[in-house]
């Protein structure tokens, strides 16, 4: 019976007997990869997956990542050793999308500091003029990568009132026809947006592409709101654009150094931040387990692979 390791905070999620067949060993988020002889491995999206670990681990066949982002995995080096690697795609963009606009609401009408207020005791009453916000209707969204979720969070923007922008690689006639959505090139959606949001996929392409330009270009008083991956911002230009007042908030649900969140945005009284949240409700949760096991059944028994993202 071969064995196969699955991240352990997973357990709860999963039947009894997830992958039938195979002896399970269960590995904590905190203990290191081991060495053996394993025929998969279902990890959580923080356990880097490279090829140190994919050496340690000859007889691997698939890597079934916990998520939908599979940048704590190097595909290069798992396709070189003949490792298929799956992710978690279409179970968490209704519940990814919700928590987006959870942020984008909560920023624009101010949540936090609102919260703040009554919880320190300074609120004197209703004043007219007191804690003012961004009124949706429209307003423009601009949402930057119209993948699954990026589109999700742009279908629920109709519902508000709002334009939409997107920039992609792709144009998106769906999109276009469902929802009003203009493609626009970055630079441009970032000087017309009034709320920007990010969903692409954390790559070497990718990373750092929301910097000190990229901020500078938004407009003054827009908002900014990242559910996608932490390390496409340069954190310390997002806080400079927030201190200076130049942004008028951000909305946070990831973070480049997770769990390390840097303390000037979490303090920030403009910024809603939260520990990536984004596919937290239950039934998603238990999709997504229930998707990365099915991955390895299907592996294991030499069939193709239900959701890959690298060759065989
Ligand atoms: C993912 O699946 O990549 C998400 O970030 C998890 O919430």
Not at 16 to 24: E, I, S
Not at 133 to 152: C, H, K, N, P, Y
Not at 199 to 220: C, I, N
Not at 245 to 272: C, I, Q, T
Request: hydrophobic share 45%; proline share 7%.
């Amino acid at each position: 019976m071969t064995a196969v390791l699955i991240a352990s905070e997973l357990r709860q999620l999963l039947p009894a007997d997830p992958v039938p067949g195979h002896r399970v060993e269960w590995l904590a988020a905190d203990e290191p990869t081991p060495s053996g002889s394993y025929a998969a491995i279902l990890p959580l999206l923080s356990r880097r997956i490279g090829p140190a670990e994919l050496d340690r681990l000859p007889d691997l066949q698939i890597v079934a990542n916990c998520a939908v982002g599979y940048d704590n995995i190097d595909l290069e080096a798992a396709a070189e050793r003949g490792v298929t690697v799956t992710n978690t795609p279409d179970v968490l963009t209704d519940a990814t999308a919700d928590l987006t606009w959870a942020l984008i609401l909560a920023v624009a009408r101010r949540l936090k500091e609102g919260e703040a207020l009554l919880a320190e005791d300074r609120w004197e009453g209703w004043h007219p003029r007191q804690l003012l916000g961004l009124e949706l209707r429209d307003s423009t969204l601009g949402v930057v990568g119209a993948g699954r979720i990026g589109q999700a969070v742009a279908h629920r923007a109709v519902g508000f009132g709002m334009r939409i922008l997107y920039a992609d690689s792709e144009a998106r006639p769906g999109l276009e026809g469902a929802t009003g959505a203009e493609r626009a090139e970055l630079p441009d959606l970032l000087a017309r947006s009034d709320v920007v949001t990010v969903h692409v996929p954390s790559s070497p392409q990718t990373r750092g592409m929301f910097g000190q330009e990229e901020f500078a270009r938004m407009r003054p008083g827009a908002l900014f709101v990242n559910t996608a991956r932490g390390d496409l911002v340069n954190e310390t230009a997002l806080l400079d654009a927030l201190d200076r007042g130049h942004l008028g908030g951000a909305g946070l649900d990831v973070f480049s150094e997770e769990p390390n969140v840097p303390e000037g945005l979490v303090r920030h009284p403009r910024v809603m931040a939260l520990p990536h949240l984004g596919s937290a409700t239950t039934r998603t949760r238990e999709a997504m387990a229930a998707l990365a096991a099915r991955n390895v059944q299907a592996v294991l028994a030499g069939l193709a692979p239900l959701t890959p993202v690298a060759p065989r």
